[in-house]
C-alpha cells in the first residue's frame, strides 16, 4: 500500500506548494477549453446500477502502484461479477498522493463523469511512463490527449482551484469519517478492506453483504 502523508493539514499545504510547478507551465490560454461545469466535475463518480444492493466505496490514488495493480487484475473480475449483474456499485473517490496525481485526478474530472473512468484506466495503465518521467505534468496531458482533450482543457482544469479544493475536501472526509491512511483502501458496509487485495477477499465480504 502507498502510505500517505500523517498530518493532512500538511499534506495540504505541500500539495498546494507543489500544484505551484503545474501552473508555473500551463499557458494562460483559455479561451478555448471545453470541460464540464464544476458542478459535473465534482459529483460523485459512480459505475453500476444506483439501486445495486451493495456499495463499494474507493479511495484511491492515480500515481498509486498498488490502485493500478488492483485496477488491472482484480477490478475486471469485480465488475464482471458482481457490477455488470447489477448487485454492487463502485463510488470511486479520488485520494491524490503528490502533485502529479493530484493533476491527475482533476484531468480525469474535468471531462466529466462520461468520461471519467475512461481517464483513469488511461492513467493507471500509463502510470509508470508518467509518474517516472522527468516531467510527470506534461507526460499526464499526452495522455489525456488519447481522451480527446486538448492543450486548452488541460491548461484550464489544472488552473481550476474549486475542483483542486473538492479532491483535497474528499480526500480529507475520507481520512476523517473512514480513517483512510493509505490507498487503496475499500469501504463495503462497515469492512474495511486496505491494499490491493485479491478478488476472493472481496468475494468473501461482497457475499456476506448481499446476504
Known sequence: MANIIPDFAFRRHFLFAGFATILAIVSPAL????NVSNELATQEM?????????TIIEYAS?????????HQNTYP???????DT??????????????????ASMISRCGGPSKYFGMVDIFFRSQRQWASSENPINALGQ????????????????????L?????????????????NSTPTFI????????????????KIIDKALN
Open 31 to 34: 479561451s478555448k477549453a471545453a
Open 46 to 54: 459512480v459505475i453500476g446500477h444506483p439501486d445495486a444492493p451493495v
Open 62 to 70: 492515480l500515481g498509486c502502484s498498488h490502485c493500478a495493480s488492483f
Open 77 to 83: 473480475e469485480i465488475k464482471k461479477t458482481y457490477i
Open 86 to 103: 447489477g448487485k454492487v456499485k463502485l463510488i470511486y473517490r479520488d485520494y491524490p498522493l503528490g502533485t502529479p496525481a493530484l493533476a
Open 143 to 162: 495522455m489525456a490527449r488519447f481522451g480527446g482533450m486538448s492543450t486548452d482543457d488541460i491548461n484550464a482544469c489544472l488552473q481550476n482551484q474549486a
Open 164 to 180: 483542486m479544493d473538492h479532491i483535497q475536501g474528499v480526500a480529507k472526509h475520507g481520512q476523517d469519517k473512514f480513517d483512510v
Open 188 to 203: 463495503i458496509d462497515d469492512e474495511k478492506i486496505e491494499g490491493a487485495q485479491n478478488f476472493e477477499t472481496f468475494k
